[in-house]
């Protein structure tokens, strides 16, 4: 033993040293693969201002480890860059609702809920919408509206509306939309402006006034049940008519849009209006 101690401290230093290196590679390109060291790295992308190249590490962290507990947090991360960073919205939104679906039992989709809520289109306009509209109190036997945006030119949308009642078609007429930086509007087919159909940011106690009628955010946390189904986080913006004593209420569901009309006094609302039908699709 002693002689093998004796040959081992005689050995050259440089064949020592070689040993040493080769551990410590050996142990660069574990930390290398490991799932903490592809994060900081990605990290240091998105702190040196190279977003797109910080969005394709946590990709690549997902698909080489689709099976690791900070997945969720790779897709948030992916979200936050989008929004904050690169002001994509829909790609944004995209991730945070992927981690609001797939992973609701952890932390990130709390998170991700947070931030979806502040970049959620509440009039969503997009070639192909559909919704359908009834009167309450008889799902539509006596009124019925089908609004479809039809076209987009200049950022301006287009949209039909088709009435009917007892099944029979009543009129049709068309409506135009265009969403700037401080609300959305409806304009004339040339764009200009007619009327404020939401003032941006959206927040709570938020006033407008549009001719002789004020409107007002009173909540952005209601729950409410319509032909549709039933929608979570919607907006409730009161709108009463200057000087009387009763005002109609609009409700809004995120990525969706109008859902519920209803008319108060103060001693309850009435529904008048709800959505039955909602689709993204032309089919």
């Known amino acids: 033993?002693?002689?093998?101690?004796?040959?081992?401290?005689?050995?050259?230093?440089?064949?020592l040293l070689a040993k040493g290196l080769v551990v410590s590679c050996l142990l660069t390109v574990f930390l290398?693969?490991?799932?903490?060291?592809?994060?900081?790295?990605?990290?240091?992308?998105?702190?040196?201002?190279?977003?797109?190249?910080?969005?394709?590490?946590y990709e690549s962290i997902v698909e080489k480890n689709p099976q690791s507990i900070r997945?969720?947090?790779?897709?948030?991360?992916?979200?936050?860059?989008?929004?904050?960073n690169l002001e994509n919205n829909d790609e944004a939104k995209i991730y945070y609702k992927r981690v609001i679906n797939e992973y609701s039992a952890t932390e990130w989709a709390v998170q991700s809920k947070e931030l979806f809520l502040e970049i959620a289109d509440y009039f969503p306009l997009l070639k192909g919408l559909k919704w359908v509209e009834v009167d309450s109190e008889t799902s539509g036997k006596y009124m019925l509206a089908r609004n479809e945006i039809v076209a987009e030119q200049n950022n301006i949308y287009e949209m039909t509306r088709n009435l009917y009642t007892r099944n029979n078609f009543v009129s049709s007429f068309r409506k135009y939309f265009k969403k700037m930086p401080n609300g959305l509007y409806e304009t004339d087919k040339n764009g200009e402006i007619?009327?404020?159909?939401l003032l941006f940011p959206l927040e709570v106690n938020k006033e407008w006034v549009v001719g002789n009628i004020k409107n007002t955010i009173v909540s952005k946390k209601e729950e409410v049940e319509v032909a549709a189904g039933k929608f979570s986080d919607c907006i409730k913006i009161k709108k009463q008519l200057i000087g009387t004593p009763s005002w109609s209420v609009e409700y809004y569901a995120p990525e969706v849009g109008k859902i519920l009309t209803t008319q108060s006094s103060g001693s309850g609302?009435?529904?008048?209006?709800?959505?039955?039908?909602?689709?993204?699709?032309?089919?």
């Open 1 to 15: 033993m002693k002689s093998r101690i004796k040959k081992f401290f005689l050995l050259p230093t440089s064949y």
């Open 32 to 57: 290398g693969c490991s799932v903490d060291y592809q994060f900081k790295r990605a990290e240091t992308l998105k702190d040196n201002g190279k977003f797109l190249e910080a969005v394709k590490k």
């Open 71 to 84: 997945v969720p947090e790779a897709f948030y991360n992916i979200g936050k860059i989008y929004q904050q």
């Open 194 to 197: 007619l009327t404020a159909i």
């Open 269 to 283: 609302e009435k529904r008048i209006t709800e959505l039955k039908e909602f689709t993204a699709n032309n089919d």
